[in-house]
């Protein structure tokens, strides 16, 4: 399989808030399942604080390594909000007031008869050189630059923002996946899933497990590329469940003829 297939990414989340615990983050998951189904593999999340100088160390090491990187939060009106200062310091250029940008905010806080006030013009500011991303919750865009995608920390506009910026990324081959339920606990397969994910090299083997009812179980998820590959790998998990059933039937048998 040509690696030109694989396209990575890495996502960025930005704010105090999020390492205080104060926001349970809800925006990881969602860009992960909707990375996935266009077939781009999200490698690597970080979080770090409102602090420029860690926010420009972070993202000058993830967009050097992934294909696209994501962020979300500090692009509000707030005083902490400085993830535009932070991406434009990285790529070493000024932080503007983007005119089409102040129109979008002027024109809605018009229709709204409410103040454009200072710290609202602030969401008007990026990176000079940057494309807008569309936000259609409240308006004020995000942006991008580079290979970087900056967008809300509030879940519904990061949503949103996401919708909008899928369609024009470079997309890899989907990654496939069949789930397998397993009535034996991890403790219980470990070492026999190990060997099977060591002879299917080409698929990712996972094991979840599961406590339902006083009893232990494991569900089994084979991710890969190729159907057959994952056709395969599956093949062999249903069948160490299988041989597990018949050796513990054969062993409770003699227990019970003892």
């Known amino acids: 399989m040509s690696t030109e297939t694989f396209i990575?990414?890495?996502?960025?989340a930005i704010g105090d808030?999020?390492?205080?615990?104060?926001?349970?983050?809800?925006n990881i998951g969602h860009l992960?399942?909707?990375?996935?189904?266009?077939?781009?593999?999200?490698?690597?999340?970080?979080i770090v604080a409102?602090?420029?100088?860690?926010?420009?160390?972070?993202?000058?090491?993830l967009r050097c390594k992934y294909d696209y990187v994501f962020t979300s939060g500090g692009i509000g009106p707030t005083h902490?909000?400085?993830?535009a200062d932070a991406v434009?310091?990285?790529f070493g250029v000024p932080c503007d007031y983007d005119a089409a940008a102040m129109?979008?905010?002027?024109?809605?806080?018009?229709?709204?008869e409410m103040d454009f006030t200072e710290a609202r013009k602030r969401m008007a500011r990026m990176p000079r050189g940057a494309a807008h991303i569309a936000n259609p919750v409240s308006t004020a865009p995000g942006f991008v630059?580079?290979?970087?995608?900056?967008?809300?920390g509030v879940p519904q506009v990061f949503q949103a923002m996401v919708d909008n910026v899928l369609p024009s990324l470079r997309t890899g081959q989907r990654m496939l996946s069949l789930a397998i339920a397993c009535p034996y606990a991890e403790g219980d397969i470990g070492t026999l899933l190990a060997a099977i994910q060591k002879t299917h090299p080409d698929t990712s083997i996972g094991s979840y497990p599961r406590y339902v009812g006083q009893k232990f179980s494991t569900e089994i998820v084979v991710r890969g590329r190729s159907q057959a590959a994952v056709d395969a790998a599956g093949a062999e998990v249903h069948a160490m469940i299988e041989n597990i059933r018949r050796t513990r039937e054969i062993d409770e048998n003699r227990s019970a003829e003892a």
Request: hydrophobic share 45%; aromatic share 2%; charged share 35%.
């Open 145 to 152: 630059i580079g290979n970087v995608y900056v967008m809300a």
């Open 8 to 12: 990575t990414a890495a996502m960025l």
């Open 88 to 90: 434009s310091k990285a």
């Open 17 to 26: 808030e999020l390492l205080s615990g104060r926001t349970k983050d809800k």
């Open 80 to 83: 902490d909000d400085i993830t």
């Open 103 to 112: 129109t979008l905010l002027g024109d809605m806080y018009k229709r709204r």
């Open 50 to 61: 409102d602090d420029e100088d860690a926010i420009v160390e972070a993202l000058n090491a």
């Open 32 to 46: 992960a399942d909707m990375l996935q189904l266009s077939g781009i593999d999200l490698k690597e999340v970080r």
